[in-house]
């Protein structure tokens, strides 16, 4: 939801710093490797794919996909959206 806010609005600045404060919070209370840790690494990725910054995108969609991996297992299933 803050993706389509911060597109209606233009404001990508607010929207990743809301995005960065909740991964924050997220890796302090519940590990680097939780699957909630995973989504926010994916929700601040895609708003950086969004502004453009592919190479700053693809490296948190990597650690999103590895965390996934470790915890959910490597089988196609785990890693396709229902």
Known sequence: MPLRVAEDK???AGAESVF????AIGEKAQGPNHPATALSLNNLAELLAAKGDCAGAELLFRRALAIREKVLGQTIQTL???
């Not at 960065?20 to 991964?23: G, S």
Request: aromatic share 10%; glycine share 10%; hydrophobic share 40%.
């Open 20 to 23: 960065r404060r909740a991964l």
């Open 80 to 82: 396709l959206p229902a």
């Open 10 to 12: 233009g404001d990508y």
